[in-house]
């Protein structure tokens, strides 16, 4: 197997007896790739994650990240995953300590790199971390998660909590990360954040992934446009009303790559899974 993959196959996972979040969940990511997790509220998309970085335990099925399974907790895998959750905790300490006390777990640290990120997030190095607003401390952990330069990113709503400027400043930093040897997987349920950041897109509903294209390949597929009515002559495969007309969804009949609406794609994806998936399959 390459060691860069994430692989799950057969995933089963529940929190209880009555209700099964996950039902033979099947998943296939590459190293290269700003992964955008998809899904609405209570789909899973955290569960997801901390299954990945090792923090939850499936019931049934296959896991490996990077030829391990995350649930063994193995040392050397650890090191190479980076976890930022939508809640977490800082101690009263500087960003100075913080640094000396957890970066020795990740080998690949770039001191320099996080300096840098720092500078940038406009963080001041000696004052408490517990003391920073709750955006600033997300920016902290960004930085550092970067700097960590761990094959696997894992960001669980990163843009919660940043004001417009620090959404610009997370793009950018994120883009400038890329590489193929890394993976970043960010779940969000503000897909216009993301909107030219992620690449493939994953969409997940009722324990399945229902949905998961590159943006290339959407945009050569899809069609999303404001009309002021919805056409009677081409199929719509998805249409919502708004102020002023309609933002609709449909196949695209001519050669050039469209601007793709996050928003709207994942409203027609869960709205009409089977439609929106056709046109990917070549059915008519």
């Known amino acids: 197997m390459d060691q860069g993959m994430v692989r799950v196959s057969g995933?089963?996972?529940?929190?209880?007896?009555?209700?099964?979040?996950?039902?033979?969940?099947?998943?296939?990511?590459?190293?290269?790739?700003v992964y955008g997790l998809l899904g609405k509220n209570g789909a899973g998309k955290t569960s997801l994650l901390r299954i990945l970085s090792g923090l939850l335990y499936s019931k049934e099925g296959h896991i490996e990240v990077k030829g391990h399974d995350p649930?063994?907790?193995?040392?050397?895998?650890?090191?190479?995953?980076?976890?930022?959750?939508?809640?977490?905790?800082?101690?009263?300490?500087?960003?100075?300590?913080?640094?000396?006390?957890?970066s020795p777990f990740y080998p690949k640290f770039d001191t320099q790199l996080f300096s840098r990120y720092l500078d940038e997030f406009q963080i001041e190095r000696n004052c408490k971390l517990s003391e920073l607003s709750y955006g600033q401390k997300k920016k902290f952990l960004i930085a550092f998660g970067l700097a960590c330069n761990t094959a696997l990113c894992i960001l669980d709503e990163p843009t919660n909590g940043l004001?417009?400027?620090?959404?610009?400043?997370?793009?950018?930093?994120?883009a400038s990360s890329v590489?193929?040897?890394?993976?970043?997987?960010?779940?969000?349920?503000?897909?216009?954040?993301?909107?030219?950041l992620i690449d493939p897109?994953?969409?997940?509903d009722e324990g399945r992934i229902i949905f998961q294209q590159g943006y290339s390949q959407i945009s050569n597929r899809l069609s999303i446009e404001k009309v002021p009515e919805?056409?009677?002559?081409?199929?719509?495969?998805?249409?919502?009303e708004e102020l002023g007309g309609y933002r609709i969804v449909t196949e695209k009949t001519s050669a050039d790559e469209s601007v793709i609406d996050m928003e709207t794609l994942f409203n027609a994806v869960i709205s009409?899974?089977?439609?929106?998936?056709?046109?990917?399959?070549g059915e008519h």
């Open 163 to 174: 004001d417009i400027p620090s959404k610009s400043q997370f793009r950018k930093v994120i």
């Open 179 to 196: 590489n193929e040897e890394r993976l970043f997987l960010i779940s969000t349920h503000q897909v216009r954040d993301m909107e030219l």
């Open 272 to 281: 009409a899974p089977e439609s929106v998936n056709k046109v990917f399959k």
């Open 71 to 102: 649930s063994s907790r193995n040392p050397e895998l650890l090191s190479d995953i980076f976890f930022l959750p939508e809640e977490f905790f800082l101690p009263a300490i500087s960003a100075v300590r913080y640094q000396k006390i957890y």
């Open 230 to 240: 919805i056409p009677t002559t081409t199929p719509v495969l998805f249409s919502q």
């Open 201 to 204: 897109v994953i969409i997940i």
């Open 11 to 33: 995933l089963t996972f529940s929190y209880n007896q009555k209700q099964t979040l996950f039902n033979n969940l099947d998943m296939q990511l590459e190293l290269g790739n």
